[in-house]
């Protein structure tokens, strides 16, 4: 098991946003958070990354409690969310981008002059070429379309070198085509690079194909948990969530 909550609680004033939720995470899977708006699941990602301190409850990591460490010593030890970084390095071209992330997560100064910028040469590529950007190293950020920024804020992430990496709807604002080829990319990066995928997603199509656990919140609260398929037939799952979907 590579993470673990134990009644995890979070209260803000008198709404509890998050409620004794309890869930393991299995090295390898990827794994779906669902539910409706509200339900609390970027407050229990936040709570897994350290942005927030919880109520109650312990978080697990790897067997170790990390409940009280910052978002930046859990990332540190390979917990890594990806964000919407591109609006903070909009001139940074897309090479650069992944370049400064390796060199901040190995504690590096970034500095032309420095020698570590070719030592992390190949890895750069290398991340590049996996998220299918290899073609794009010298376009700046503010360029990008939404669909390869989207992939630039994933190559920077893959930068940091993390095992559980918790992504935010993925394919928000994306294509048909786009989304397509984000679930391609997303199992490649589960199956090739060993990650442990963590994500939530509005999506029913893009999260029971590519996911190979779910996890269900509805008002904080977790209401089912299983895979796939066991979800999808789950009668408080219908009712609360999924609806038509078949």
Known sequence: MLLETRELTKDFGRLR?????SLEV???DVHAIIGPNGAGKSTYFNLITGYHVPTSGEVIFKGRRITGLPSHKRCKLGITRSFQITSVFPKLTVYEGVLLALMS???VTLNPLSRAMNYFK??????????????????????LSHGDKKRWELAI????????????????GM???????TMILIRKLAEERGLTILFTEHDMGVVFGIAKRISVL???MLIADGEPQAVRASEEVQKVYLGGVA
């Not at 190949?122 to 360029?143: F, M, T, Y």
């Not at 294509?175 to 080829?181: G, K, L, N, Q, V």
């Open 17 to 21: 946003a998050v409620n004794s939720v």
């Open 26 to 28: 299995r090295r390898g």
């Open 105 to 107: 997560s190995n504690g």
């Open 122 to 143: 190949d890895e750069v590529w290398h991340i590049l070429e996996d998220v299918g950007l290899a073609d794009h190293a010298g376009v700046r950020g503010d360029s």
């Open 157 to 172: 992430t893959l930068g940091t070198g993390p095992e559980l990496l918790l992504l935010d709807e993925p394919t928000c």
């Open 175 to 181: 294509s048909p085509e786009e989304t397509e080829a």
């Open 218 to 220: 509805h008002q904080g």
